[in-house]
């Protein structure tokens, strides 16, 4: 029986993940790129510099499954594909099904001598519609699996941006998309508040080494984290935020401002969870440790055009949201559970 | 009720086991497993549903025992089971996976993709009722339900038909001609859960008749850097699925081959594989059907014999590809067919089930028609019983005789 990780880790003929180093800044990025022309992405699109910096992180040893959505539309049209790396589709609730199969086929070809033993990187990425909604269970169930390497990254451009701007589970709170939008009778059709995914994975999956928030306002974090996600062993989790032109309705040259101002505000926390110890990353440690300042989240959200039916009072309840993340989470801006004070006790 | 369990004449001559061989009293789904195992199969996903999970059951004691090794994966739900058996083909691996029913209907949109994929997954399903009413007992309606998809479909009714058929579904369905996969239908509890003596061959002679897995230039590998699956509309995707479509038009073929060898390499013969004919060389009217109600249906032929009417029988295996030529060929000789449908399409012509409905359509072009009656019978595990099929088989001779009827009639349901 297993009494360690390395233990369980032979046990379960686990394979040895990619050994990959972290980057030292922009400029020591390699020049090569995997993911490049052919794709029909709108101007301004994040999460197709998502799919181009995932992937020259990664490098050529790496298989890349595609849940449909705009990066699956966009990416992959019939004899104009933009991937250099070996590309499959998968549905839209599976990447991670697709994940936990490309990687469990690997493995059992490999342990058995029937293919070249090897480390080959896995990862499959999803939009939050597929990853946070449908394929929530999926990603749950694989992030289980301690024996199979394999990242699962899910771009999230808060909707449904392929099929027309729907909402999706992640659309912030009161947000116009085609399924919300505000009325005369009715202003805020959107009342849910956004899911709190990374944390939820990281929590709900005390096994997985590696969960990660990030922006490609910051890439030189993101691609660090996809390097950690692939070199660490075991299924990992990254969430990244991607501002959306369409779906967020702005000026395509502000995607970048955008992304920042989302962390500025503190409504995008950035962070990763390795081997269960948190660490704040860049300007949200500054803010957690109150070096920064965080700007009012009006001025993010009136850059957006999704908000423009917003009053004073819709971005005060939205501010009052993102103070009681920074001020009354347990681990602020991470896990939303709030101490009990010592005068409230429960009923005997 | 004794009578629907009695084995066929076949069966008793599988009790005698040839060199290299062991026969074991298994039932069909330990079958199915025990034909994984031989097959060396990598990559198994299992979800429990009644009543196919029993072969899931026998695969993972067999991985905990050491007899099989591959990676075992107990899915979240049946949606989860085919897709990650669909990846893991894609990259090389040989699987297995299957269930049952709803568990089925929940996989559909993984089932629809899996043949445009030209992913040769072989499938059990143990042949359970829809949702609702909840039942545990067997109809064709979830295997049934991907018909019109490129799934490959046969019915088996024996445990030793289990596991050979098994073999015969990994050699056709990885078959370079072929790639599409195929779904092994064993009717539940009947057959997934009833024990039979069964030969088990030899790893050697399975090794002589199954090679290795190779998807060639589709493979997922950094080697072969390949876009699978990218998105086309109509410019191309008429083209797509006519490839898919020729793929199905060669399987005939290629399964015809796989007989073939299957009988010089290990002394089984099924003689036609896509049906087979049970006192028909002298039958005046037949009934047709799929799975385990051979049994009762061989058992009351026997009795009606004895009385002097001559009615044969003919089991359809491969519902998928359809023997649609051969299958009219040979009912056409008779002076009335009636179809037997453990399954229902509702709307369909004349109401009838599925299998009443492709026996009409295979028919027509022949130049000589018998009536064609179709009944449905034994649905939700309802015994098929031997006055059942008298009761049938008196319906067919009326039709035979000229006597108009309903074009389907429920048979065994209370009135």
Redesign the interface.
Known sequence: MATSDRELAELTHARAPMKLDMFKGVKKLPLEEFFTSGHRTCQGCESALVMKLMVKAAGPRTIVLGSTGCMYVANTTYYSTSWVVPWMHTQLGSSGSAALGTAAGLKALMRKGKIKDEPINVIAFCGEGGGADMGLAAISATLSHPDYNCLILMYDNESYANTDIQLSGLTPYGAHTTFSPPGKVKRIMHHRWKKNVAAMMAAGHPTCKFVATVCMSYPVHAMNAVRKGLTIGGPTFIHSLDPCPKGWDYDPMQSHELGELAVLTGVWPLYEVENGVLKLIGKTRDIADGRVKRQPVRDYLLRQGRFAHFTDDDFDYFQSKIDEMWNKWVIPGVIPFQKQLDDDKPPA | MAEAIVPSQDLNKAAKPAKGEETSLITGSEAIAVACKLA?V??ITAYPIRPYDTVMQYVAKLNANGEM???Y?V???E??QF???????????R?FCGSSGVGWMYAM??LT?TPSLRIPMVAMVGNRALDDPGAFGVEHNDALAVRDLGWQLVWVDNPQEALDTALIAYRVAEDRRVFLPCAISCDGAFLTHSQALVKIPSKEKVDAFLP?YNRGDLL???D??????????E??LMEIRRQTAAAMERSAGVIREAYADFERIFGRKYGNPFFEEYMTDDADVVLVGMGTLSNPVRVAIRQMREEGKKVGFVRVRWFRPFAAEELAKSLSRFKAVGVIDRDFSLGSPFHSGVLATEVRTALYPSATRPPVLGFICGLGGREVTLPDVRKMSEKVYQAAAGKSQPGTQWIGLRE
């Open positions: 060396d990598d990559v090794d591959c990676e994966i899915a979240e739900s949606h989860s897709e990650i058996v669909k990846h893991a083909s894609a990259v090389g691996a699987v949109e993984c993709v290795r997922l590998h950094p072969n850097p390949i876009t699978v699956a990218p998105q086309a509309n410019d191309w």
